[in-house]
Each structure stands twice: as structure tokens, then as C-alpha cells.
């Protein structure tokens, strides 16, 4: 057989462009009254949009308008942003990450496949094993699963748990008890897996999808992975109660510029940007023109897109699609009702004993976030009753009186979307607060 010889490609030549034409980043503190403008300008490359959102959002930034454009070979964004409190972006150290990341330092990591993005929280956890979860939901199944871990000494360092659609996606990172590495021993490994995939299947009927878990390697974004896993279980699929309104979702073609055109309006929440964009990079579609605007509780989101082929969206059948996943999208991360903010000296099965304790009040956790600060342990949870509806108030004030004494508790309790909708557009403003799944206040703590 002849031999084939194929031209050598210098690997520094797939870089050339961003080396010549490096990404120029400003921050803006005068032009706008009310706002801080993030403004990027860089070579284009597949997936850029979704990496700017990304740090911006990892950083408990709100992006109240936006404007993206990347015809051609260019990237040109502007994003007003604010902080959680709704003020203009003024601390330097925010200001460096921002600037650090997004330039042509973070750039270059990119390229070397450390784009310093969240992993869970605003920064990488280091050594860890990471543990994926996809199963039909069910009251207390978190506190099984957090049993599990603890039975078998594995520390839960940060973890994050979606529910929607009666399914249910969780990432863990844990380490060993004793050694604080990463678990690598494949028996040990082997057994955890194995009394995982029966706490989860026993709440699995024939007719339903199976519940399985497995061990991840890498550092995927947290939150994206979450989307990748609910989007592979095709979540999208069912049709059930959800909370807050309905986005109403448009899918048309503009024939003269050959895109199609996604237009979203919903309710605002914090992160709604990334969870579209989020969505529309992992079905392979590319956004080259964008306009993000919010007024008061209200969101309007205008996508130009095309596939990655080229194609726009011909068919009924593939808009449908499209308008479900975002649906979905847009819905896994709402949380109505109570959610309980705490932080304790962190330990080996806190997670399953304060998930425990949730049980036994009769609680269904619908999201989770848990993060570890040095020795602290911060973990913040969406409750509902167990027949999925809000929590009696007394209830609440019984878990803050048992775990109240042993860690400090944070209450909060959402306004349901009727009433968030009326004193709105009432202008009280008490309808509307952008509350951050992780703390913002930890941000000082975790940058560098």
C-alpha cells in the first residue's frame, strides 16, 4: 500500500490570528448612568458568545441590555451590566478578572483547552472526582444520595442538583475524607457506583427512563453540563405544571439576510442569557447578531442564528424543537418559593445530614447549590412540600428552629409570579429581586 503524506501544519498557526489581532476588553464607568459597559472586541471563533456570557455571569453580574455582532471574521460585544444590588461594577478586583479573562491572557489559556470559567462557584476546586447523576426525581432522593457518599467517606466538596420534569440532574465533586485528593481507587470507585445506580433505580419503573451515574473527567462548566445532561434525557419532551409564566418564543426567517431569527420574552431572572445561549451552542447553532433588553421584570431577546452547516430553520418540526429546549432551558433554573441559605464548619456528611433533616419535614429539595469556602461549607436549597406544592410557613420556621442552632440560616421566600407580575407593573418594587444561586459576597474570598 502506497504511503500518504500529508502537509505539516504548524501548530502555532492555528493561533496566528488571535496573536496579531489580540481581544481588546473596556470597561466603561462613564458613559452610562446606571450601568457598567463590558465591551469586547476580538477575532470570532466558535462558541465565543456563550464563553463571554459565562464569565460575566459566573461573577453574579446581571446583564440588563446587550448588543452581539459577529459577521465575518470579527466579534464585537457590549454588555450593560450591574451588580446584584443593581449598581454599576466598581470593584477592581472584578474589574481585573474581567479584564484578565476576557484578553488576550485568557485567551491564550483557551486556546490550551484552562479557559478559567466556573466550575462550580466563580473558580476551579482543583483536585477532585466529579460525579454525575440523571434519574426520576423523588422526595428525599438527595438524601440518599448524600448517604451514600458519606457511608463510603467521600467529602462533598461543592455539588449542584437540578430538578425538571420529574427528572433530576446532580454534578458532585468530592474528594477523599482522609487525603483531600481525588478518589482513583477503581474498587472503591466501583462500589460507590454500584450502590449509587441502586438508591437511584429503585424509584424507577419499567416504563420508565433508566437513572444512572457516572465519573466524569475534565472541567466542564457546571451549569452547562446540567443543560447538556436534562437536554441528552430529553427533558424538553414532557409537558407538566412549571413555574412562573410561559416564555412565549417565536421562530421566523429574514430570506434577505439568510438567519433565523429567535425571538424570546419571559420574565428576567438572573442568568437567563446564558441558559439561551447556553442552549442554542449545544444544538450546533451560531448566533451572529443578538439584542438583549430588560425593563423591570420583563425580558425581550432577539437571536439571529443560523446552524453550523449554514442552514436556517426550514422545517415546523426543527422550530418546534428549538422552541421547546429553550423553554426547557429557560425553566430549569426558576425557583419559586422558599429557599434556605446556610453555612456551617464544613464536615464529612453535613450534605446528608442536613438533606435528612429536610426529609423528615416533609421537603423536596427542587434545586441545590453547595460550595466550600476554606472550612466553610455554603449550601443554598429550593424547597417545596413533597406533593411539589409551597411550604407552609410553619414548617419553616420548625427547620430553622433544629438547624439553627448548629449553623448559620439564611430564609428567603420568592413571590409567586402572579403577584411578581402585579406589583411590577405596579412599581413597588417588591415583586422583583434578582437573588444569585451562589453568593456574591464569596466572590472576594475566591478571586485571586
Not at 276 to 289: A, G, R
Not at 366 to 392: C, I, K, L, W
Not at 436 to 441: A, E, Q, Y
Request: with cysteine; aromatic share 8%.
Amino acid at each position: 500500500m502506497a504511503k500518504v503524506y500529508w502537509p505539516y501544519f504548524d501548530p502555532e498557526y492555528e493561533n496566528l490570528s488571535t496573536r496579531i489581532n489580540p481581544p481588546s476588553v473596556s470597561i466603561d464607568n462613564t458613559s452610562c448612568k446606571e450601568c457598567t459597559l463590558v465591551k469586547v472586541d476580538s477575532m470570532n471563533k466558535p462558541g465565543i458568545l456563550l464563553e463571554v456570557v459565562q464569565v460575566l455571569t459566573d461573577l453574579d453580574l446581571t446583564i440588563t441590555k446587550a448588543y452581539i455582532s459577529s459577521d465575518g471574521g470579527w466579534f464585537m460585544d457590549v454588555f450593560h451590566v450591574t451588580d446584584q444590588q443593581g449598581n454599576k461594577v466598581t470593584d477592581s478586583k472584578t474589574i481585573d478578572y474581567i479584564e484578565k479573562v476576557l484578553g488576550p491572557k485568557g485567551y491564550a489559556s483557551a486556546s490550551q483547552n484552562t479557559w478559567p470559567g466556573k466550575r462550580v462557584g466563580v473558580h476551579s476546586l482543583g483536585d477532585h472526582t466529579s460525579i454525575e447523576i440523571i434519574a426520576r426525581d423523588r422526595p428525599g432522593l438527595l438524601s440518599e444520595v448524600s448517604a451514600v457518599l458519606a457511608d463510603l467517606h467521600f467529602n462533598v466538596v461543592a455539588a449542584e442538583a437540578w430538578t425538571h420534569n420529574r427528572r433530576i440532574a446532580c454534578v458532585f465533586y468530592v474528594n477523599d475524607n482522609e487525603t483531600s485528593r481525588a478518589v482513583d481507587d477503581p474498587q472503591r470507585l466501583s462500589t460507590m457506583e454500584e450502590q449509587l445506580n441502586l438508591v437511584l433505580r429503585g424509584c424507577e419503573q419499567e416504563d420508565e427512563k433508566v437513572a444512572r451515574t457516572c465519573l466524569s473527567i475534565g472541567s466542564t462548566h457546571v451549569d452547562r453540563r446540567l443543560h447538556q445532561m436534562l437536554f441528552a434525557d430529553r427533558d424538553y419532551e414532557a409537558v407538566t405544571k412549571v413555574d412562573g409564566s410561559v416564555p412565549k418564543i417565536t421562530i421566523e426567517n429574514c430570506e434577505e439576510k439568510g438567519y433565523s431569527v429567535v425571538n424570546v420574552s419571559c420574565e428576567d431572572r438572573p442568568k437567563l442569557m446564558f441558559d439561551i445561549v447556553c442552549t442554542l451552542t449545544d444544538m450546533q447553532y451560531i448566533v451572529f447578531h443578538a439584542t438583549i433588553t430588560s425593563s423591570g421584570p420583563h425580558a425581550s431577546q432577539e437571536y439571529f442564528i443560523r446552524h453550523k452547516d449554514g442552514c436556517t430553520l426550514d422545517s415546523e418540526g426543527e422550530k418546534e424543537r428549538v422552541i421547546k429546549c429553550l423553554e426547557a432551558a429557560i425553566h430549569r433554573r426558576v425557583s419559586e418559593g422558599w429557599s434556605l441559605e446556610l453555612c456551617a464548619k464544613d464536615r464529612v456528611g453535613l450534605l446528608s445530614e442536613v438533606t435528612r433533616i429536610l426529609r423528615e419535614h416533609g421537603l423536596s429539595v427542587t434545586r441545590a447549590g453547595v460550595t466550600t469556602v476554606g472550612e466553610q461549607a455554603v449550601n443554598v436549597f429550593y424547597v417545596r412540600d413533597a406533593s411539589g406544592n409551597p411550604v407552609d410557613v410553619k414548617t419553616i420556621e420548625a427547620l430553622r428552629g433544629e438547624i439553627g442552632h448548629s449553623m448559620m440560616i439564611n430564609v428567603k421566600n420568592k413571590v409567586p409570579s402572579k403577584r411578581w407580575k402585579e406589583e411590577g407593573q405596579a412599581g413597588t418594587g417588591r415583586g422583583w429581586a434578582k437573588t444569585s444561586f451562589f453568593f456574591g459576597n464569596l466572590l472576594e474570598k475566591l478571586l485571586p
